[in-house]
Structure formats: C-alpha cells, structure tokens
C-alpha cells in the first residue's frame, strides 16, 4: 500500500478502535486515546510494514486488551 492511503486508513482504523475500547472499558475517549498512543500494539500499528492494519478492529481490540493486562503484545499465528 502506497504511504498516502496508509496515512489515510490509519486514523479510520485508530477510531475505530478507540470506540470499542470505550464500550469495553467505560473509560473515557481521552483516556482510550491515551492508552492506546502509549501502547507497543500503537507502535506497532502505525508501521504499515507490520501488517497490524489489516486486522479487524475486534482483534485489534483484543491484542490492546491482552497488552494492557499482560504487558506482553502477541501477535495471532496466522
């Protein structure tokens, strides 16, 4: 995928995710924003090269869960 179109799904994708943590946690949108630029699945998410950006925001939602209660991001065998 060319760098524009990555810069463009990446806000969509990030969003996204954000809302789900929001009805998963109750916390709230600034905090979730938080939570999440402050994460490794962030880091990771944002390099196109990882290929993070394809995955369903559920699975996404996911890892985050996982990260943040294990401090340990995994990633699904595919």
Do not use: H
């Not at 998410?45 to 985050?64: C, H, Q, V």
């Amino acid at each position: 995928m060319d760098k524009d179109r990555f810069i463009a799904i990446l806000p969509l994708i990030v969003g996204g995710l954000v809302n789900k943590v929001v009805d998963k946690t109750g916390i709230s949108e600034d905090e979730a924003f938080d939570a999440l630029y402050n994460s490794e699945l962030y880091v990771k998410l944002e390099n196109e090269k990882t290929k993070l950006w394809t995955f369903s925001i559920p699975m996404l939602l996911e890892l985050f869960q996982e990260e943040k209660t294990t401090g340990i991001l995994t990633f699904p065998e595919c």
